[in-house]
Each structure stands twice: as C-alpha cells, then as structure tokens.
Nanobody
C-alpha cells in the first residue's frame, strides 16, 4: 500500500517562506521520480517541481525557479519543497505525487500516486 502524506502548509505573508514535506510509505524503490503540483481555486492543476528518486536531477516550473527548491531524503522516504519569497499567486493546494515509470515528470497524468494535499495561503 503506497501512501503519501503532505505537511507544512499554512498562512504566510508575501515574501515569507514555508517548507512542505511529503512522507512516503510503500514500495518506494520502484519510483522514478516525485513531484509537487498545485491547484488554485478555479484553475487547473499545474506542475511545480520534481526530483528523480535516484541521482540529482531536478525540474522546476518557470514561475517558481529561483524561489523554490525540491530535495529528498531517501533514508526517510521524504521529499521536501522549500518555498522562499512567496507571492500571493503561490496560494494553492499543494500536492505531492510519485511516478513509477520513466518519462516526463512534468505532466500530472503520468504520476501514479497522490497525497491528499496541503493548503498554502500567501497574504499580500
């Protein structure tokens, strides 16, 4: 049974920081990558960042590049998203996802497992 549990969301002022965590359980040795996606009210889900489960490759949406950093701790089966210089437009529910097969890490439909989401609200 695979389970992804996000934490770390909350309310922060613009310019502030938050760190999201995604604790994973299950057959993580089979995973190709993990990603973070977000969905704001009335908008479609969008890619934020991804990291390969082995190696050091990371990927970012242009909107967060230079402000967000994705990292992982394989020993703890946990992926993090450090979010700095937050903007009101970063307000959304943030979801962690795991991908088993190789291929693009940018598209949500390619991911196999999803967490329940954590709310991030950035006030102006």
């Amino acid at each position: 049974q695979v389970q992804l549990v996000e934490s770390g969301g909350g309310l922060v002022q613009a310019g502030g920081s938050l760190r999201l965590s995604c604790a994973a359980s299950g057959r993580t040795f089979m995973w190709y990558a993990m990603g973070w996606f977000r969905q704001a009210p009335g908008k479609e889900r969008e890619f934020v960042a991804a990291i390969r489960w082995s190696g050091s490759s990371t990927y970012y949406a242009d909107s967060v590049k230079g402000r967000f950093t994705i990292s992982r701790d394989n020993a703890k089966n946990t992926v993090y998203l450090q979010m700095n210089s937050l903007k009101p437009e970063d307000t959304a529910v943030y979801y962690c996802a795991a991908k088993v097969g190789a291929g693009s890490v940018l598209r949500g439909f390619e991911y196999d497992y999803w967490g329940q989401g954590t709310q991030v609200t950035v006030s102006s």
